[in-house]
């Protein structure tokens, strides 16, 4: 008789060395706290958000991306989103966007400089959305924005 093995990727890999599915992020819309016409509320733009395991227990993940920013201008960001708080589903989560961030005239002559945001998200099996509450940027007031973001 013929015996006949198969070998899945899970008994080749122990579960924890396989990568975690990365989250694709579109930026869309800002709403700036003090109203004012010139401002850009229409901010498309696209990013990821990869996890990684950190050396604490905090959910973490990479970000990279960009975005047409309040000044009308390209923007690119690069940094880490730390979520310490999470609902007991762990669809809610809240933490911080920490990293750097470049595009906008009166910070750093429009190169990078540090920057945390504060972040909740909402997380389902393929669909989430980041919603972040930025602090004032040089002439820009605080500003509420919000990115849906897909994973497959």
Same mark, same amino acid.
């Given at each position: 008789?013929?015996?006949?093995? #198969?070998?899945?990727?899970h008994d080749?890999l122990?579960?924890s060395?396989l990568?975690?599915r990365p989250?694709?992020?579109?930026? &869309?819309?800002? !709403?700036?706290?003090?109203?004012?016409s010139e401002?850009? $509320?229409?901010?498309?733009?696209? &990013?990821v958000?990869?996890?990684? $395991?950190?050396?604490?227990? !905090?959910? #973490?993940?990479?970000?990279l991306g960009?975005?047409?920013?309040s000044?009308?201008?390209?923007?690119? !960001?690069?940094?880490?989103?730390?979520?310490?708080?999470?609902s007991?589903s762990?669809q809610?989560?809240?933490?911080a966007?920490l990293?750097?961030?470049?595009? !906008?005239? &009166?910070?750093?002559?429009g190169? /990078? /400089?540090p920057?945390?945001?504060?972040?909740?998200?909402y997380?389902a099996d393929?669909? &989430?959305?980041?919603l972040f509450?930025?602090?004032?940027?040089s002439?820009i007031?605080?500003?509420?924005?919000?990115?849906?973001?897909f994973r497959f």
């Open positions: 008789t013929t015996e006949i093995y #198969t070998l899945s990727l080749a122990p579960i060395a990568p975690t989250w694709v992020s579109l930026s &869309g819309v800002s !709403y700036h706290l003090e109203r004012a401002f850009n $509320q229409n901010n498309p733009g696209m &990013g958000e990869w996890p990684i $395991q950190a050396p604490w227990s !905090y959910d #973490t993940r990479l970000a960009g975005f047409k920013n000044e009308s201008a390209r923007s690119l !960001y690069a940094g880490a989103f730390i979520f310490p708080f999470s007991a762990g809610f989560k809240a933490g966007l990293g750097m961030i470049d595009g !906008y005239k &009166g910070a750093n002559n190169g /990078f /400089f920057l945390a945001v504060p972040t909740i998200a997380e393929h669909f &989430g959305a980041n509450l930025i602090p004032p940027v002439t007031p605080p500003t509420l924005a919000l990115q849906l973001k």
